[in-house]
């Protein structure tokens, strides 16, 4: 594995687990009432342009840190759709 991708790998790892409390701690309450419906709508958003920016480059730790990403702020999104309106 060259430096570079391990670096990448690193730091992508750093900062999707750094993301990991929050959303275990919202899959766990369902409290969102702590969460901008218009940040996270735009922090998705964002977190899927990465993630195909990283396929078009073929930039496999960008890939992996944000498909994981991805997933759990969608997640986190939805939610905040469906519980926010109680």
Known sequence: MALQDFIG???ASLTTFSFLPQ?????RTRDVSGISLGMYSTFTLGIAMWLAYGLMIQAWPVVAANA??????SAILIMKLRYGRR
Not at 23 to 27: G, N, R, V
Not at 68 to 73: P, Q, R, Y
């Open 68 to 73: 994981i990403t991805l997933l759990l702020a």
């Open 9 to 11: 790998y690193i730091a």
């Open 23 to 27: 959303a275990l701690h919202t899959f």
